[in-house]
């Protein structure tokens, strides 16, 4: 006796999805290792910390952290918060070959107690860019932009700045301190 098969229907040329016409499985396999090789490039791609194109590593993610912790310090007006996050090495020579501006840690202690006493308030947005790390020194570059009121005899007048700049930082103890900057 014959076994008998099972009759099968033409292709339909209709089909809403297109899944009987010539090619189709092709395409759609060609379509699918497209889409799992872009899902395995991504993730294999650094982590980003978010908000940033900066590689999320220990070292990037603790630098900022500390810039974090003095803007937040900052906008509260405490030098002292701010002064735990500096090296007793600081020293800034505002980019300049004139020795009257350079700034050493104790004169930064001295400056950031005046002004923070002269500023009614502040809020500060701290925007970074890029974070070079190279040991146990980094250097990251940011966009700053500071609202805020200095008290005068007059009464409160409201100043703003904006601009790149670059702070540089050593791991001390297993913490990254600014080393100039601010």
């Given at each position: ?10 292709p ?5 999805d297109?899944?009987e ?11 699918t290792?497209v889409a799992a ?16 194109d900066?590689?999320?590593t ?7 952290d500390?810039?974090?912790a003095y ?10 918060a701010?002064l735990?996050?500096?090296s007793?090495?600081?020293?800034d020579n ?15 202690q001295?400056?950031?107690t005046?002004d ?7 809020r500060l947005?701290?925007n ?5 790390v190279?040991?146990?020194k ?15 005899k ?8 904006s601009?790149?700049h670059?702070?540089?930082l ?5 913490k ?7």
């Open positions: 006796m014959r076994t008998r098969r099972p009759r099968r229907d033409p339909r040329r209709d089909a809403v297109g899944a016409r010539p090619g189709f499985n092709r395409r759609m396999r060609s379509t290792a090789a872009l899902l395995a490039l991504a993730a294999c791609s650094p982590k980003r910390i978010p908000g940033t900066i590689r999320d220990a070292d990037t993610r603790a630098v900022v500390a810039i974090e803007r937040q310090g900052a906008e509260r007006l405490d030098a002292a701010v735990a996050l500096v007793p090495r600081y020293f505002a980019g300049t070959p004139d020795p009257a501006d350079d700034i050493d840690y104790g004169q930064l001295r400056r950031l005046a923070y006493a002269s500023i009614a308030a502040l947005q701290i970074i860019r890029r974070i070079d190279d040991g146990d980094a250097f990251a570059f940011v966009f700053y932009d500071e609202h805020y009121r200095v008290k005068t007059i009464g409160e007048v409201a100043k703003q700045a601009d790149s670059r702070f540089a050593a791991r001390e103890d297993g990254w301190k600014f080393l100039s900057g601010l």
